[in-house]
T-cell receptor
């Protein structure tokens, strides 16, 4: 069972470059989320989606854009990467309400 | 404002000791959910437990137990007879019930790093 799959797992970027992180879930979940994890900060919500075609801002949305064109995919984009965006990014999904979220294995992103 | 506080940044115990990880939360909602997740050194996030605000019964699962007290806004996690494999970062998280358009994101604490040594 794949669950939540994130690609890539690692990436190094130069300041100013752009890239897209892909999250795919095969559980037919309605809700999807992007979090970032920084040392000593826990996980913080970047953006989320309550269904296909919808997106909304979370706690730390600046510098990121998202899209959910298909129910199973949630894309996180960095248009112009900055060193402050060096982090581990986690995607998660859940079917409805306050059910436990299923997390991907994370993407470790370094921006030089 | 931090909605979930895990005051213990790091804890170190010797194998077989009992250890309690503290979690204090803040919310104005009457309906909410509390979670614990484990993040082992390999980095993935593993769901441990979910508790809703109307269920204050303590729960035990093997060596793990959870104590939920609404009066003190706490949801503490105890590991009995700790083992080296319990070494991980543990996160407490809060989800507040909102309408379906608001999502049900998790507000995480900063985590407690537990090290169990032989």
């Amino acid at each position: 069972n794949a669950g939540v799959t994130q690609t890539p797992k690692f990436r190094v970027l130069k300041t100013g470059q752009s890239m897209t992180l892909l999250c795919a879930q095969d559980m037919n979940h309605e809700y999807m989320y992007w979090y970032r994890q920084d040392p000593g900060m826990g996980l913080r919500l970047i953006h989320y989606s309550v269904g296909e075609g919808t997106t909304a801002k979370g706690e730390v949305p600046d510098g990121y854009n998202v899209s959910r064109l298909k129910k199973q995919n949630f894309l996180l984009g960095l248009e112009s990467a900055a060193p402050s965006q060096t982090s581990v990014y986690f995607c998660a999904s859940n079917p409805f309400s306050n059910q436990p979220q299923h997390f991907g294995d994370g993407t470790r992103l370094s921006i030089l | 404002a931090q909605k979930v506080t895990q005051a213990q940044t790091e804890i170190s115990v010797v194998e077989k000791e009992d250890v309690t990880l503290d979690c204090v939360y803040e919310t104005r909602d009457t309906t909410y959910y509390l979670f614990w997740y484990k993040q082992p050194p390999s980095g993935e996030l593993v769901f441990l437990i979910r508790r809703n605000s109307f269920d204050e019964q303590n729960e035990i699962s093997g060596r793990y137990s959870w104590n939920f007290q609404k009066s003190t806004s706490s949801f503490n996690f105890t590991i009995t007879a700790s083992q080296v494999v319990d070494s991980a970062v543990y996160f407490c998280a809060l989800s507040e019930a909102r309408d379906s358009n608001s999502g049900y994101a998790l507000n995480f604490g900063k985590g407690t790093s537990l090290l169990v040594t032989p």
